[in-house]
């Protein structure tokens, strides 16, 4: 290892930013350092490709035991690996379970970010370890009224969490600005709209969409059930968002950073774009909870779908006790202060998770 190499320390590595993250951090020639749950089964799955046996020469990306809910480990990760910089990824961060998971979510989510934090300034750190901290569009819970004059949320907009999950996201949000304003801490917080990719987590909702698609083409189920149709997300590409992250740490001044597209798109629409990448139209009829959606025509031959087959039905099971209704952010500062330009748009990143998805089944 040379002495100018950058050490950078992952918290939720084994999720899908966290294998992004990792990945273009040793594109860029840092020792990575990883946080990884003790799991029952292998959990590692999006960075095995990048897994380096301990025994080579080089070695420039090590997995370390951890979680977020213990103190005592997290100051001994952060001494161990005296990182230049963190990014706190690690969190439960399904919006529907911290329904029911609140107090877990309030320690992993909330807690687990001044753990981080606290650790850094009793390490004596706080000249040396910036901190990324994994904020959330879910902080500004969707009401209309505060967003800005030209209709997005921006840096500037109020915070209303509709859910324990936004609730614990925005202690992260305030301990992070507040160790940044108490002991000079460069600790800034990334308010990342919501993005996705082939390696999202199966049970948000652009996923499990792309799956079913695909396992509907391939005649492996039959009906796709969700919840909410009408609500709209702005979405984006992990990829492109893993970059910001970074880019986020190598300022003069740390600040925080809203990331996003700028565009929102109903659940419903990505439900069409989706089943178009397999050549299916579909129509929707019914409302809110009878609605259903039936094969109108399939013009690719090598996929069966009858016509007039319904493929998904909504099952309110799904909706959640408070919905966040719409979402579109406004990604002005980050492009102009961090040169941040994302690579993807929506119809690209279906089309690739739809493929990817395909190749699965
Ligand atoms: P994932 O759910 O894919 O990954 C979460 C990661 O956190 C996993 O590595 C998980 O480990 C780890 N983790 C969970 N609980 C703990 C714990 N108690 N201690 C240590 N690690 C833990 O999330 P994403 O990659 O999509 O998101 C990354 C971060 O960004 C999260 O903080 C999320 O809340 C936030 N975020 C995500 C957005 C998105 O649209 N993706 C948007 C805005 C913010 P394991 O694999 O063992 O479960
Ligand atoms: P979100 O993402 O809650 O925005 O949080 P998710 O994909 O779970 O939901 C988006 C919207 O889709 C509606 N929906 C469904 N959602 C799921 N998961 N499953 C369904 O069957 C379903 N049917 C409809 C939801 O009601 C919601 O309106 C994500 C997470 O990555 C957070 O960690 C992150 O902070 C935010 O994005 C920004």
Known sequence: MSTTQKVALVTGITGQDGSYLAELLLEKGYMVHGVKRRASSFNTQRIDHIYQDQHEVHVNFKLHYGDLTDSTNIIRIIQEVQPDEIY?????????????????VANVDGLGTLRILEAVRLLGLTKKT?????????????????KNAAGFYDENSPFYPRSPYGAAKIYGFWIT??????YNMFACNGILFNHESPRRGETFVTRKITMAVAAIAKGKQDCLYLGNL????????????????????QQDVPEDYVIATGVTTYIRDFVIMAFAEVGVTLTFEGEQENETATVAACSNPLYQIAIGTVVLRVDPEYYRPTEV???IGDPTKSKTQLGWKP???LAAMVKEMVASDLKLY
């Open 88 to 104: 706190n990824l690690g969190a439960m961060s399904h919006v529907m379970v911290s329904f029911d998971s609140p107090e877990y």
């Open 130 to 146: 910036r901190v990324y901290q994994a904020s959330t569009s879910e902080l500004y819970g969707g009401l209309a009224e505060n």
């Open 177 to 182: 600005k507040n160790y940044r304003e108490a």
């Open 230 to 249: 009408n609500s709209q997300r702005d979405w984006g590409h992990a990829k492109d968002y893993v970059e910001a992250m970074w880019r986020i740490l």
């Open 325 to 327: 209704d719409l979402l």
């Open 343 to 345: 690579q993807y748009d």
